[in-house]
């Protein structure tokens, strides 16, 4: 079974960067893609990017293009997306999510929460 | 950029059936994953390729999808199926969510 353990919480000033974490268990991190999404309090399910970690390719949501970077280490089989410039609509949890082979998001981290407060 | 459109409620009586649409531009032609997202938790997938379901779902959620409209279908809900679903196709190398859909069951 995969798991996908990701970083705590953050509390993050407008203008700052964060980069979180999803750390996988498991022996087949590095064949399938690893997306993160981005959800607001009381929003739905909101795509920011994803990364094939044996390509090392990435894929962005225009919306955050420019803004974030997800990277992969294969010897760690982690993951982490990091976003800068933060503001205060960035305030959410986000989650990092294994592709099941079908572009299904089908494992999931327990999230991550980030708040942007002055 | 691809677009899905759910409606934002559905309602429903315990012992009925509920389904719940995700519409989009020839829809049918892409392949649809739905996901269940109880409050306070991580969502979890509950059908894969239009209409195949993980280990462990229930055999009373089963998905469909033709022309422009796809539907998750969840027959005789229970009070532990209240939550919100999406829908999500890939497209164009994006992952594509449509707004959700909040169950109630009645």
């Known amino acids: 079974q995969v798991q996908l353990v990701q970083s705590g919480a953050e509390v993050k000033k407008p203008g700052s960067s964060v980069r979180i974490s999803c750390k996988a268990s498991g022996r087949t991190f590095s064949n399938h893609p690893i997306n993160w999404v981005r959800q607001a309090p009381g929003q739905g399910l909101e795509w920011v990017g994803r990364i094939i970690p044996v390509l090392g390719t990435t894929d962005y949501a225009q919306k955050f293009q420019g803004r974030v970077t997800i990277t992969a280490d294969e010897t760690t089989s982690t993951a982490f997306m990091a976003l800068n410039n933060l503001k205060s609509d960035d305030t959410a949890v986000f989650y990092c999510?294994?592709?099941?082979?079908?572009?299904?998001?089908?494992?999931w981290g327990q999230g991550t929460l980030v708040t942007v407060s002055s | 950029s691809y677009e899905l459109t759910q409606p934002l409620s559905v309602s429903v009586a315990l012992g009925q059936t509920a389904r719940i649409t995700c519409g989009g531009s020839g829809i049918g032609t892409k392949i649809v994953h739905w996901y269940q997202q109880r409050p306070g938790q991580a969502p979890v997938l509950v059908i894969y390729r239009n209409n195949n379901r993980p280990s462990g779902i229930p055999e009373r959620f089963s998905g469909s999808n033709s022309g422009h409209t796809a539907t998750l279908t969840i027959s005789r809900p229970q009070a532990g199926d209240e939550a919100d679903y999406y829908c999500?196709?890939?497209?164009?190398?994006?992952?594509?969510f449509g707004g959700g859909t909040k169950l109630t069951v009645l």
């Open positions: 999510a294994r592709d099941g082979g079908s572009f299904d998001l089908e494992y």
């Open positions: 999500q196709v890939w497209d164009s190398n994006h992952v594509v």
